[in-house]
């Protein structure tokens, strides 16, 4: 599955939201591949939101 490019490679205004669309497809594939394999709704999003916590602390990290 592709992920839209950014418009253009200046922030913007809406960037993190065009980011988010642009994910979204690939995301709810994701999510919906871990519930077919057998895990829980609610388990799936507990674990998706994590992964995206995690994500976020790495990345503040490396800016520091």
Same mark, same amino acid.
């Given at each position: ?19 988010? +669309? *642009?994910?979204?497809? &690939? ?6 591949? &871990?519930? +077919? *394999? =057998?895990? =829980?709704?609610?388990? +799936? *999003?507990? *674990?998706?939101?994590?992964? =995206? ?6 990345? +503040?990290?490396?800016?520091?």
């Amino acid at each position: 599955m592709s992920i839209t490019a950014p418009t253009t490679k200046k922030v913007y205004l809406d960037r993190a939201i065009e980011c988010q +669309v *642009a994910l979204e497809p &690939a995301f709810e594939d994701l999510a919906e591949r &871990a519930e +077919v *394999a =057998g895990w =829980g709704r609610s388990d +799936v *999003a507990f *674990a998706l939101t994590n992964l =995206g916590r995690l994500h976020l602390r790495k990345v +503040v990290a490396a800016i520091r």
